[in-house]
């Protein structure tokens, strides 16, 4: 399994769709999904309402999308990770809960994790993206030292096209 991880906007899921077009096993971010639930079922764990509910929310879809993608065999590309939980609590100043650490640190992944840095160019906001260009970039300064200092290996993805970041990941996928 091999993560994309980086702020906001910064062309994570363009990149995994690509990917998945050309027959790469895939995994989908869970922020945005569990965003469109709580809207739509009125719920209140959103990153603008209850932060540390809307973390809690994100762990149990990434356990899940970590167990499924063991059954896929084949490397994954993962939107994201568990050691992004832990993350975002960092990056809203709330507290890392016991549960949370021990399962970025018992939940591996391939050593190489894949940064998309900031990129104002392609940086937008919509409905369910509503940081703003210094969160987005706070954002991912958290995720490369989280996921440093669990030991994984940061490689940023080049400010290029979509076709070319996706190219530049699986070239890389050939040498794990």
Sequence with gaps: MVVVTGGPGSGKSSVIDCMARHGFATMPEAGRAIIQDQVRLGGAALPWADRALFAELMLAWELRSYQEALGKGA???????????????TLCGLPVPAHVQRAAELHRYCRQVFLAPYWDEIFTQDSERKQDRQEAEATGRVMAETYTRLGYQIVELPLVGVQERADFVAASLRDV
């Design 75 to 89: 490397h994954v590309v993962m939107d994201r990770g568990i050691p992004d939980v832990l993350g975002y609590l």
